[in-house]
């Protein structure tokens, strides 16, 4: 008797050349059901109708059609187990040789802007999984297929073994099956924890990440670790739906950094022109202006040195002056939300460098993920902005409305540099950047120094409080004019003293933005 596959996909890719291979060149007998068995009747392949198969119609619109014993009967069977062969026989069920399932789009569902609970409870799978569970515990018999893309190995697993798959394969696509409903039952978790009435603000009390690998990476941080890049979600989105126009692999460190870049542009996504140039996660660069091409032009020259090799992110699409410019220097990486064709001619000089288009710079988690010993952290994205209107105006001079847009500028810019951090600012361009120091008053001299004459009349920002006054005197002394800070030291007096004698300007936001 002829060997029995059992297809039934939502993603029918491929579907009708695979059916077609199996049948004619392994003289395979198909059963399906539903859309997957129309689309091969329609191709003219011989199919038998689940419903046929099992003597049981479809009952519940659909919702009732491979739960049958003949149907799992032949999936689980173990067929080294006489007691088992034994009830086959007695129940007139086949054994089943190959499944072929994947599920409802489940994400692409909810993904909808105008979906509703209805329509996503609708489309979870109960059948398809169950199928997908029973043949990936049984693989020691059978295979089970969750992908169109295992479909050719399985193919040439056949060829190259007398027509039979390996139990290696069959162990390998078991794995990937068991992968394939765990991500799928964590969409719909997640999902509909987010449909419950209560704290928005709570997290999880179960929080788990899958993701499908999109490629492997040539290393991770150094060349002695590995690292892969994967997608999470059925439909690309993210970095994993950007264009690559030119340029080679990403790399690790430059997903990482193009991440870190994509978080500050989206600072000014609704603003004017601007750009940032990043290194090591950290902004050594970054401007808004009139234009795109004077915006990168003003974060380049913020520190050129530093910039050299640095990743560039615009808020708006390259234009053929902006592509002059950043055809100067040696880049790793632009990305921007698109690039005119012209443009792209031009930077076409720079065959090395990898250029980008994002059309949608906003988004990312809404969760941070970091491993510990023994266990992982979790906590929310860091997406909060006070606006100027709710923050303190502490100091007897007040700010005008330019010196606050400046404020304003610097304390977004802040946000995004490692703690301890300080940003000098002016004219919205950052002219010193204080990094991931230990201390403080160490941050605010590097960034000072970095600014140099520049800081005289400019504005500082701080990503935590100021727990003694040193750091006003320190930037009052170089020349700064308005500073804002979070507030919150049990010696705010004494830093609010000091800028007054000094003739600051100092803004207390009521939020600090720590990053480590």
């Given at each position: 008797?002829?060997?029995?596959?059992?297809?039934?996909?939502?993603?029918?890719?491929?579907?009708?050349?695979?059916?077609?291979?199996?049948?004619?060149?392994?003289?395979?007998?198909?059963?399906?059901?539903?859309?997957?068995?129309?689309?091969?009747?329609?191709?003219?392949?011989?199919?038998?109708?689940?419903?046929?198969?099992?003597?049981?119609?479809?009952?519940?619109?659909?919702?009732?059609?491979?739960?049958?014993p003949?149907?799992?009967?032949?999936?689980?069977?173990?067929?080294?187990?006489?007691?088992?062969?034994?009830?086959?026989?007695?129940?007139?069920?086949?054994?089943?040789?190959?499944?072929?399932?994947?599920?409802?789009?489940?994400?692409?569902?909810?993904?909808?802007?105008?979906?509703?609970?209805?329509?996503?409870?609708?489309?979870?799978?109960?059948?398809?999984?169950?199928?997908?569970?029973?043949?990936?515990?049984?693989?020691?018999?059978?295979?089970?297929?969750?992908?169109?893309?295992?479909?050719?190995?399985?193919?040439?697993?056949?060829?190259?073994?007398?027509?039979?798959?390996?139990?290696?394969?069959?162990?390998?696509?078991?794995?990937?099956?068991?992968?394939?409903?765990a991500?799928?039952?964590?969409?719909?978790?997640?999902?509909?924890?987010?449909?419950?009435?209560?704290?928005?603000?709570?997290?999880?009390?179960?929080?788990?990440?899958?993701?499908?690998?999109?490629?492997?990476?040539?290393?991770?941080?150094?060349?002695h670790?590995?690292?892969?890049?994967?997608?999470?979600?059925?439909?690309?989105?993210?970095?994993?739906?950007?264009?690559?126009?030119?340029?080679?692999?990403?790399?690790?460190?430059?997903?990482?950094?193009?991440?870190?870049?994509?978080?500050?542009?989206?600072?000014?996504?609704?603003?004017?022109?601007?750009?940032?140039?990043?290194?090591?996660?950290?902004?050594?660069?970054?401007?808004?202006?009139?234009?795109i091409?004077?915006?990168?032009?003003?974060?380049?020259?913020?520190?050129?040195?530093?910039?050299f090799?640095g990743?560039?992110?615009?808020?708006?699409?390259?234009?053929?002056?902006?592509?002059?410019?950043?055809?100067?220097?040696?880049?790793?990486?632009?990305?921007?939300?698109?690039?005119?064709?012209?443009?792209?001619?031009?930077?076409?000089?720079?065959?090395?460098?990898r250029?980008?288009?994002?059309?949608?710079?906003?988004?990312?988690?809404?969760?941070?993920?970091?491993?510990?010993?023994?266990?992982?952290?979790?906590?929310?994205?860091?997406?909060?902005?006070?606006?100027?209107?709710?923050?303190?105006?502490?100091?007897?001079?007040?700010?005008?409305?330019?010196?606050?847009?400046?404020?304003?500028?610097?304390?977004?810019?802040?946000k995004?540099?490692?703690?301890?951090?300080?940003?000098?600012?002016?004219?919205?361009?950052?002219?010193?950047?204080?990094?991931?120091q230990?201390?403080?008053?160490?941050?605010?001299?590097?960034?000072?120094?970095?600014?140099?004459a520049?800081?005289?009349?400019?504005?500082?920002?701080?990503?935590?409080?100021?727990?003694?006054?040193?750091?006003?005197?320190?930037?009052?002394?170089?020349?700064i004019?308005?500073?804002?800070?979070?507030?919150?030291?049990?010696?705010?007096?004494?830093?609010?003293?000091?800028?007054?004698?000094?003739?600051?300007?100092?803004?207390?936001?009521?939020?600090?933005?720590?990053?480590?």
């Amino acid at each position: 008797m002829a060997r029995l596959a059992l297809l039934s996909v939502s993603d029918k890719t491929g579907l009708v050349e695979f059916a077609t291979q199996l049948i004619n060149d392994f003289g395979f007998e198909i059963v399906s059901s539903g859309g997957t068995a129309q689309k091969l009747k329609d191709a003219g392949l011989k199919v038998m109708k689940v419903s046929d198969y099992t003597g049981s119609p479809e009952i519940l619109g659909g919702r009732v059609k491979t739960l049958h014993p003949k149907i799992h009967g032949g999936i689980l069977a173990r067929r080294d187990l006489p007691e088992h062969v034994a009830d086959l026989e007695a129940n007139g069920i086949r054994p089943i040789d190959l499944v072929v399932v994947n599920l409802y789009p489940f994400e692409a569902t909810i993904a909808k802007p105008d979906v509703t609970l209805a329509d996503a409870v609708e489309n979870i799978d109960i059948g398809g999984p169950t199928m997908v569970r029973a043949s990936a515990k049984n693989f020691a018999h059978l295979t089970i297929l969750t992908n169109p893309a295992q479909y050719g190995e399985y193919v040439a697993e056949l060829q190259s073994n007398n027509g039979e798959a390996s139990l290696k394969f069959r162990q390998k696509v078991s794995l990937a099956a068991f992968q394939h409903t765990a991500a799928y039952d964590r969409a719909i978790s997640t999902y509909l924890e987010t449909q419950l009435e209560g704290d928005s603000a709570a997290l999880p009390e179960n929080f788990g990440a899958a993701g499908q690998k999109i490629q492997d990476l040539r290393y991770g941080e150094n060349p002695h670790q590995t690292a892969a890049w994967y997608q999470t979600g059925a439909t690309a989105t993210g970095w994993a739906s950007a264009t690559k126009l030119q340029g080679k692999e990403l790399s690790y460190n430059n997903l990482v950094d193009l991440e870190a870049a994509r978080k500050i542009i989206c600072e000014f996504a609704d603003s004017d022109p601007a750009a940032t140039v990043i290194k090591h996660t950290n902004p050594c660069g970054a401007a808004m202006a009139g234009t795109i091409s004077e915006a990168y032009e003003q974060a380049f020259n913020a520190d050129s040195m530093s910039a050299f090799g640095g990743i560039v992110a615009l808020n708006r699409p390259i234009d053929v002056a902006t592509a002059e410019k950043l055809t100067k220097t040696f880049l790793e990486c632009v990305v921007a939300p698109g690039c005119d064709p012209a443009a792209q001619e031009l930077l076409q000089k720079k065959g090395n460098v990898r250029v980008l288009v994002l059309p949608e710079l906003l988004g990312g988690s809404d969760y941070l993920v970091k491993d510990i010993a023994g266990g992982f952290l979790v906590q929310a994205a860091d997406k909060a902005m006070v606006q100027p209107a709710d923050w303190q105006l502490v100091t007897d001079k007040q700010p005008t409305e330019a010196e606050l847009a400046e404020l304003l500028f610097a304390w977004k810019m802040c946000k995004h540099v490692k703690s301890n951090a300080i940003v000098v600012t002016h004219n919205r361009t950052t002219l010193g950047v204080g990094a991931g120091q230990m201390n403080r008053v160490g941050a605010a001299k590097i960034a000072l120094e970095q600014a140099g004459a520049a800081a005289q009349g400019a504005t500082l920002a701080s990503d935590g409080f100021f727990p003694f006054d040193d750091s006003v005197r320190t930037a009052a002394a170089a020349g700064i004019k308005a500073i804002v800070q979070p507030g919150g030291s049990r010696r705010d007096q004494d830093s609010i003293d000091a800028a007054n004698e000094m003739g600051i300007v100092m803004a207390f936001t009521g939020m600090r933005h720590f990053m480590h």
